[in-house]
């Protein structure tokens, strides 16, 4: 009876160890959901970055794009300055007869003049080159901005995919602590009724 009776307590503290062994890995399960929203937070204020540098981006583009209309007007500018350059030409052309006696003089001023409007070329092509470059500038600026829209969108997708699967795995963890709690309380039951039909046999025993 003695064994019976230590094989009976043995398993009561073995169903109570794995009790407490339940309640531990509950525990740790509370703490990992609380990690998974933490990097969920975490997630949000990337996002919330990420679109503050597109919207600075956003900025940069459009002064580039004043700057841009600047240069175009400095463009039309330079073409006026050099219609007129030719228009002189023009009339200092018409008035060469006129100063054939200081040709040496005129051919001189005509190099300058030709120096100058060599210049000009040059600072136009130098122009040219400069818009060039900001237009390349600023197909790179759209190429990023629309990798940042692309990963933006990446980064949305992972949000509402993490969200789900916390809802999929909290649903299912409390389905089975209620199957758990269930099958404990079940086990729980039966031993205490075998418990008492020990103690009955036990009394039936003891005045023999």
């Known amino acids: 009876m003695e064994e019976i009776l230590n094989k009976i307590l043995s398993e009561l503290q073995h169903l109570g160890n794995g009790q407490k062994e339940l309640i531990g890995r509950t525990t740790n399960l509370d703490k990992g959901q609380k990690e998974l929203i933490g990097r969920t937070d975490n997630l949000e204020k990337g996002q919330k970055e990420l679109l503050s540098r597109t919207g600075q981006l956003e900025i940069g583009q459009e ?4 700057s841009q209309k600047q240069l175009t007007v400095r463009m ?4 006026k300055g050099q219609q007129e350059l030719i228009g002189r030409t023009d009339k200092l052309e018409k008035g060469q007869q006129e100063l054939i006696i200081n040709q040496k003089q005129l051919t001189v001023r005509m190099g300058n003049v030709e120096k100058g409007q060599q210049e000009l070329i040059d600072r136009a092509d130098n122009l040219e080159k400069g818009q060039r470059k900001l237009i390349s500038r600023t197909d790179n ?3 990023g901005q629309e990798l940042l829209i692309s990963g933006q969108q990446e980064i949305k997708d992972m949000i509402k995919h993490t969200t789900t699967l916390l809802t999929e795995n909290s649903t299912s963890i409390r389905r ?3 199957s758990l709690a269930f099958d404990v309380n079940s086990d729980v039951e039966l031993l205490f009724k075998e418990i008492a039909n020990v103690k009955r046999k036990v009394n039936k025993l003891e005045p023999k």
């Open 76 to 79: 039309g500018s330079v073409e």
């Open 141 to 143: 600026l759209e190429k």
């Open 176 to 178: 089975d602590m209620k």
């Open 63 to 66: 002064e580039l794009i004043k």
